[in-house]
């Protein structure tokens, strides 16, 4: 399994940006998908979460109203749109197959390390 996240970089607060991630492989009962972030002295946390369906999600409370999670399964790739960006939302942000029992929490505890992508940055300037 491989999973390659594109997107991220450098913007100004209230600006928007667009990560998508590419899924190659069979993820099984990892079919679902998150957008995950760490900041710099901070946890890891999810961010958006979508079931395999699409019809699911899942975002933190920071993000509400902001972030927009969406699937297309016939590409196999997993997006978030991201608008209004804050400073706090400076990270390094990351995609991963997430398994039913996580999607609703978004929780990546139970993500084995081989299904993650790698970990692209946001800077959000104000």
């Known amino acids: 399994v491989q999973l390659q996240a594109f997107g991220g970089g450098l913007v100004q607060a209230g600006g928007s940006l667009k990560f998508s991630c590419a899924v190659s492989?069979?993820?099984?009962?990892?079919?679902?998908r998150g957008w995950f972030r760490q900041a710099p002295g901070k946890e890891r946390e999810g961010v958006a979460c979508?079931?395999?369906?699409?019809?699911?999600?899942y975002y933190a409370d920071s993000v509400k109203g902001r972030f927009t999670i969406s699937r297309d399964n016939a590409r196999n790739s997993v997006y978030l749109q991201m608008n209004n960006l804050k400073p706090d939302d400076t990270a390094i942000y990351y995609c991963?197959?997430?398994?039913?029992?996580?999607?609703?929490?978004?929780?990546?505890?139970?993500?084995?390390?081989?299904?993650w992508g790698q970990g692209t940055q946001v800077t959000v300037s104000s």
């Open positions: 492989g069979r993820t099984l009962d990892y079919s679902n």
């Open positions: 991963a197959a997430v398994p039913d029992l996580s999607v609703y929490r978004c929780d990546g505890q139970q993500i084995p390390s081989n299904y």
């Open positions: 979508i079931n395999t369906s699409g019809t699911g999600t």
